[in-house]
């Protein structure tokens, strides 16, 4: 490949690159208007519960845990990819695939429990914006994960083509990007929300 | 020669056009606005007049940005204009200091000066704040309903409907809200608006100036009858206002809790009807149906009142 | 029957006289016309020139199309409020029913502001920008074809009521509690969402599109401050979309949730707050009509410094200013409910800041002005249109000032006054703008120019009517008439003001009528009227390529050394410098996930609306299907070789 087009596939991934960092900022601003309905409708328990009554610190506290370590094994998983260590990549995007796979079974079971005792999202404003955030934000894991299976699946069929390492390192931006607000969710709802 | 003599014409033609529109244009308006009320420019409550009075100073402040705007519009096309080369063409000018200074600033300027007026009109105009006045207010509730208003008069135990008869030169206190979709309280000659919310009390004071008749409205869509929401208020002297209540006192209908339940279901044209309330505290209860969970049509017969009264305040709501 | 069509019945079709009418006539249209590009065979020449094109130009020129004909849908539905308003129900004749006088008005606005105002930006954008910047194309252009199609399918959501269902009665931002379940339970409200929510996201990726477009994607040499203005207010603009679109998914989305799965963000029991809708939806709103206004901005700067022949007056000033009201338009959206009792220090706040953006607005008005100072004023259909446009907006700018004051604004909220003074701005601004945008611009695409008197009087009409059809607005704001009302009391008078309102609607649609009239007799005589690549003798890039430009815009992309750089050209003598040789150009090929995915949302959509959750289901599978095949694709561009570009401008400098 000649040089101008080499440098014009440059331009092009520095420019999804940015691209891509510029949608996670309008991703921030959709979870920073989650959070600003969340702390609006808190309040609005209707006589119902209020996160007090309804967190369970120590298994969200897991929960947590497992995001935190698959952050980790994604940056493994793109190092090795980066050095050219096509299997160990594979292998660590798998275990991260299946740490988000737990975060999100986790997620759901929490969700179940919640609405079997009767604080289901129609119970107040309060569980209403508690669903919405936490569920937006475990909508955004799926997607993470469905577009890891994606690379996954091309990292085995094919070798990585730059357009592949771009992909994932892309992934590893997001799959970052989701901890950190989880980190927020963390504080905010559950920390927050069981002091009050 | 025969060119210049077409072109000559023609801009005599064009002047002769455009005059002739333009005054056909004002025709119009004085036309369709002769005789008219308009209550906003000529109110009739102490409220309004102060509104009226913000009104004027804001149109005379902004005379002095845009009646130059139009100025140099028109003065710097017309001497500009590609047929006029007596005109200095210089297109390397990009800009001027000086000028940038002068419209940067006086606009500033203008602006700081309504800036203070504001705060300080924001404050003194304040819905929340009631009027200072030697005479004893008289207090109104009012729901919006759809599609029609509910007055209570708390301290009187009569309630009407469509209308509000109310005394002259005293200061009617009025908490409002709503059982329906979001309203908007507006009585254009007395005063401006304010929202009329469920679960919510919000709050206007205003004080006719003289008796008279003054139309209201809902500024705000509630539905299929929002339209149909214009209500009369009919400011009286004193004495007729007694005279009012004592006749009202001797109405045929009642609104108990039941009979409100009736009457907020949707309908339209209802027009103007008198109650003699006999249901307690029938506001609170009102406001209060949207602040329980779950359950709405029961009356609370408790001391759920106090509360309602301090919690309900819309006051310093920082939203 | 019901899992397999949701709440769908028969019923549903049958609708009044008008909206019968309307829709037959929109179905009708559409049949016509797949019949008439069948009869031609022009179905592979669509799919292959216009639907599947990645080219920013041919993306820029649907968007203009679609938005030219909801215009004319949206002016349908203006003609008949006016209708009704000037009967009023006299003698029992009733033009409209109260409920179907809302959906119109709910459904105007909506139209004007999403399909019509956005679409036109879009449009503008597409064409426009990446040629202004001395690019070939736009940052992502898969994602532009993306942009349109789900723009399309929101289009098509909003006129499906014309057919089947019923549109919302709530208004063109439909607050709650009006808009909820409990007062709303049919499909109206539903529609309305999601025909905004999934044009909403295209336009959010549009932002970001042109953002980064403009970032990456100048020519050499041009830095942010040589670039053309209008780039600048572009960059206001998308700034401005990547902000405030996310709140607007946001507030759609948790409205749609209440009225799904009985959530309780915006009711009235269990804790749910409308006036917490009412702030995000302004938050959103309010810097949406600067996303409108900053581009109708940078096209007048554009015409006034081409047609006076001379440079911007201010430029640094004039960046600045909008730099300013970009970040400013966050700091407004409670004057919009000023009246819904936050208290005299929260109003007080907000209402200062609303007057704080008529500062630098009127330091753009002034340059404007000034820009003609000692300049060469051709005054050309262009030039009219910025002309009418100072007039109207600086009026529309006064009235906003009196607005921002909050206790004045208890009187004039929600009233004709307030309506006067919005399509003040919008029409005398945002429309104004792109009505020059397209006279100014289109001899660059076509070839030959628009009809210069057939325009002329197209502006005067437009003008005339709307200082008719809105004057009165204002005057009956004063005399206490609200808003959206279906009737009123006769005896208040008012009927003599909406007449002449309603005489104005009519000038304004001679506008139209003159306009349409324009393009058809300027396409027929297109040979008299042919021009070629620099009509106006301007003065920025776009206008150094070839009309219509080649498919690749720029055989080679020129380096720039000051703004106004094709001026400088002109005076270098360098337009006709061909270069020594030519290198291969590479460019999108054509893609039909663009397409397939908006298509598969306009189906989404509709399954929403008419719980058909299966279908739902399908179709949200074939969006997230074809979006990963489309975003793994590698072999995504087509080369024109050398040779082939060096026939091409031989061809074009020879024509």
């Given at each position: ?196 | ?319 | ?256 949730l209440d009225r799904l799965i009985d959530t309780n963000f915006f009711t009235t029991t269990l804790g749910g707050s409308a006036m917490l809708y009412i702030n995000l939806i302004w938050a959103w709103g309010h810097p949406e009509v600067y996303i409108l206004v900053l581009p109708a901005f940078g096209i007048f700067s554009e015409v006034v410094a081409t047609f006076s022949g001379k440079k911007l007056f201010g430029y640094t000033s004039m960046v600045l200013a909008i730099i300013a009201i970009t970040i400013l338009s966050f700091t407004v959206w409670l004057h919009h409910f000023f009246t819904m009792g936050a208290g005299a220090d929260v109003n007080t706040f907000f209402g200062i800041m609303t007057m704080i953006i008529a500062i630098p607005t009127g330091v753009k008005v002034f340059n404007w002005i000034f820009t003609m100072y000692r300049g060469r004023v ?278």
């Amino acid at each position: 490949m000649d040089i101008s087009r080499q440098k014009a596939e440059q331009e092009t991934l520095q420019r999804k690159s940015i691209g891509f960092w510029i949608y996670l900022m309008t991703d921030c601003v959709l979870f920073a208007t989650l959070f600003a309905v969340f702390a609006v409708l808190r309040p609005g328990t209707a006589g119902g519960p209020s996160g007090a009554d309804i967190f369970d610190l120590p298994f969200v506290l897991v929960e947590t845990m497992v995001l935190l370590v698959s952050s980790f094994t994604v940056g493994l998983g793109l190092l090795a990819a980066r050095y050219g260590y096509k299997r160990q990549a594979i292998a660590w995007l798998v275990v991260t695939f299946l740490l988000g796979i737990t975060f999100l079974v986790m997620e759901i079971s929490e969700f179940r429990h919640l609405i079997a005792e009767g604080d289901g999202w129609q119970r107040s404003a309060f569980l209403s914006s508690y669903f919405t955030l936490v569920a937006t934000h475990g909508l955004h894991i799926a997607v993470g994960l469905l577009w890891m299976l994606v690379v996954i699946i091309r990292l085995i069929r094919f070798n990585f083509k730059h357009t592949d390492l771009g992909r994932l390192s892309l992934l590893s931006l997001f799959w970052h990007f989701l901890d950190v607000i989880w980190i927020f969710i963390f504080s905010i709802v559950y920390l927050m929300g069981s002091l009050s | 020669m025969r060119n210049s003599k077409k072109r000559v014409s023609w801009r005599v033609a064009q002047v002769v056009i455009s005059s002739l529109v333009g005054l056909a244009i004002v025709g119009a308006f004085v036309w369709a606005t002769q005789g008219r009320d308009m209550p906003v420019l000529n109110p009739k409550g102490i409220i309004a007049d102060q509104q009226q009075v913000l009104i004027l100073i804001t149109v005379g402040l902004g005379v002095f940005v845009v009646v130059p705007v139009f100025i140099l519009l028109f003065a710097i096309a017309f001497r500009y204009r590609v047929g006029n080369t007596k005109a200095k063409y210089d297109p390397e000018l990009e800009g001027s200091k000086v000028l940038e200074a002068v419209w940067w600033g006086i606009p500033l300027i203008i602006i700081l000066i309504l800036a203070i007026i504001t705060a300080i009109s924001t404050h003194a105009l304040d819905p929340y704040k009631k009027i200072e006045s030697s005479t004893a207010p008289v207090k109104v509730q009012v729901v919006a309903l759809q599609w029609k208003w509910l007055f209570i008069y708390p301290d009187q135990d009569i309630a009407t409907v469509n209308y509000l008869t109310i005394p002259d030169n005293t200061p009617i206190e009025l908490s409002i809200t709503a059982d329906a979709p979001m309203n908007s309280f507006w009585v254009p000659a007395l005063a401006g608006q304010v929202y009329a919310m469920t679960g919510m009390s919000t709050k206007l004071s205003f004080m006719a100036d003289a008796p008279g008749e003054y139309r209201g409205a809902s500024a705000n869509i509630s539905g299929e009858g929002s339209a149909d929401m214009s209500f009369m208020v009919r400011s009286v002297s004193k004495t007729d206002f007694s005279h009012w209540l004592y006749k009202s006192s001797y109405s045929p209908n009642m609104l108990s809790w039941d009979t409100y339940e009736k009457l907020a279901q949707p309908s339209r044209g209802d027009g103007e009807k008198t109650y003699v309330v006999t249901g307690k505290d029938l506001y609170n209860q009102i406001v209060m149906k949207y602040m329980d969970s779950g359950s709405s049509s029961q009356p609370h017969t408790n001391t759920q009142t106090d509360h309602t009264m301090n919690g309900m305040d819309m006051s310093g709501m920082g939203m | 029957m019901q899992t397999l069509f949701g709440r769908l019945t028969p019923q549903d079709f049958v609708h009044d006289p008008i909206m019968a009418g309307a829709g037959i006539a929109m179905v009708g249209a559409l049949i016509l016309a797949i019949a008439a590009v069948t009869f031609f065979k022009k179905w592979k020449w669509l799919w292959q020139n216009w639907i599947t094109s990645l080219d920013p130009k041919k993306i820029g020129i649907m968007y203009i199309i679609v938005s030219i004909i909801m215009l004319l849908r949206g002016f349908g539905d203006a003609l008949l409020l006016r209708a009704q308003q000037v009967v009023n129900d006299a003698n029992g004749v009733e033009i409209l029913s109260s409920d179907h006088f809302q959906q119109i008005f709910s459904a105007h606005g909506s139209i004007m502001i999403f399909f019509v105002a956005m679409g036109l930006v879009f449009g503008v954008f597409n064409l426009i920008l990446p040629q202004q910047l001395g690019s070939r194309d736009v940052a992502f252009p898969f994602l532009n074809s993306v942009s349109f199609w789900l723009f399309f399918a929101g289009m098509i959501i909003i006129n499906m009521p014309l057919v089947v269902g019923e549109f919302s009665n709530a208004g063109w931002l439909a607050y709650p509690p009006l808009s909820g379940l409990q007062y709303n339970p049919g499909t109206g409200v539903d529609y309305w969402i999601w025909s905004l929510q999934i044009a909403g996201i295209g336009s959010l990726l549009s932002g970001i599109n042109f953002f980064v477009t403009i970032l990456k994607m100048r020519a050499p040499g041009m830095g942010l401050m040589k670039m053309p203005i209008f780039a600048w207010s572009a960059l206001g603009s998308t700034a401005l979309i990547m902000f405030a679109f996310p709140i607007l998914t946001v507030t759609l989305a948790l409205l749609s949730l209440d009225r799904l799965i009985d959530t309780n963000f915006f009711t009235t029991t269990l804790g749910g707050s409308a006036m917490l809708y009412i702030n995000l939806i302004w938050a959103w709103g309010h810097p949406e009509v600067y996303i409108l206004v900053l581009p109708a901005f940078g096209i007048f700067s554009e015409v006034v410094a081409t047609f006076s022949g001379k440079k911007l007056f201010g430029y640094t000033s004039m960046v600045l200013a909008i730099i300013a009201i970009t970040i400013l338009s966050f700091t407004v959206w409670l004057h919009h409910f000023f009246t819904m009792g936050a208290g005299a220090d929260v109003n007080t706040f907000f209402g200062i800041m609303t007057m704080i953006i008529a500062i630098p607005t009127g330091v753009k008005v002034f340059n404007w002005i000034f820009t003609m100072y000692r300049g060469r004023v051709r005054f050309t259909t262009p030039m009219l249109w910025f002309m009418g446009f100072i007039v109207t907006f600086t009026i529309g700018g006064l009235t906003g000032v009196m607005m921002s004051v909050p206790a004045a604004d208890f009187q004039f909220h929600n009233s004709l006054f307030l309506v006067a003074h919005f399509h003040n701005m919008i029409v005398g601004g945002v429309l104004f703008g792109v009505f020059a945008a397209f006279t100014y611009w289109f001899p660059k695409f076509t070839g030959f120019m628009l009809n210069e008197r057939l325009g002329k009087m197209a502006f005067w009409s437009w003008l005339v009517g709307f200082i008719l059809a809105f004057g009165p607005l204002y005057i009956l704001g004063f005399m206490g008439a609200i808003r959206r009302m279906d009737h009123y009391d006769p005896s208040l008078g008012w009927q003599g003001l909406f007449i002449v309102a309603g005489v104005g609607i009519l000038f304004m649609g001679l506008g139209v009528l003159f306009q349409l009239a324009q393009v058809a007799y300027s396409i027929w005589k297109r040979k008299e009227h042919a021009v070629g690549p620099d009509p106006w003798n301007a003065r920025t890039l776009e206008w150094a390529t070839a009309t219509p430009p080649a498919e690749y815009v720029f055989a080679t992309i020129p380096t720039v050394t000051t703004r106004d750089a094709f001026w400088q050209m002109k005076k270098d003598h360098k337009t006709n410098d061909r270069p020594e040789h030519y290198e291969d150009i590479w460019l999108p090929k054509n893609r039909s996930e663009g397409f397939i995915v908006g298509m598969a949302a306009l189906v989404f959509g509709a399954a929403v609306v008419w719980h058909i959750w299966w279908l739902l289901i399908v179709s949200l599978l074939i969006v997230i299907v074809v979006l990963v095949v489309a975003l793994t694709r590698d072999d995504t561009e087509k080369r024109i070789p050398a040779e082939e570009i060096a026939r091409e401008e031989l061809r074009r400098a020879t024509v």
